[in-house]
Nanobody
Framework: QVQLVESGGGLVQAGGSLRLSCVAS????????MGWYRQAPGNQRELVAI???????DYADSVKGRFTIARDNAKNTVYLQMNSLKPEDTSVYYC?????????WGQGTQVTVSS
């Protein structure tokens, strides 16, 4: 069983920045691939960024150059640094991992970007 808890969301003006955090339970966090996803009302949940256990990262085209995913294995935490935010980034942001073939999601954190 893995528990994921996100934090760091909020209201920000366009062009601003936020840093999301996701703390994971489990003693083998360093072996997890971690992902950030988002879902806006009426839309499907989409992948934003992913980081492997080895630190390899990948991003959705819509956030490349603006968002950075990073991990701190000592703190069992994955971060999403979001810069140059746009109104279309408004969503609930979730972190996710897969352990032993089972997917685990956090409860989500709301990010609202005003124009």
């Amino acid at each position: 069983q893995v528990q994921l808890v996100e934090s760091g969301g909020g209201l920000v003006q366009a062009g601003g920045s936020l840093r999301l955090s996701c703390v994971a339970s489990g003693s083998i966090f360093s072996s997890y691939t971690m992902g950030w996803y988002r879902q806006a009302p009426g839309n499907q949940r989409e992948l934003v960024a992913i980081i492997t256990s080895g630190g390899t990262t990948d991003y959705a085209d819509s956030v490349k150059g603006r968002f950075t995913i990073a991990r701190d294995n000592a703190k069992n935490t994955v971060y999403l640094q979001m810069n140059s935010l746009k109104p279309e980034d408004t969503s609930v942001y979730y972190c996710r991992t897969r352990v032993a073939g089972e997917y685990y999601w956090g409860q989500g954190t709301q990010v609202t970007v005003s124009s």
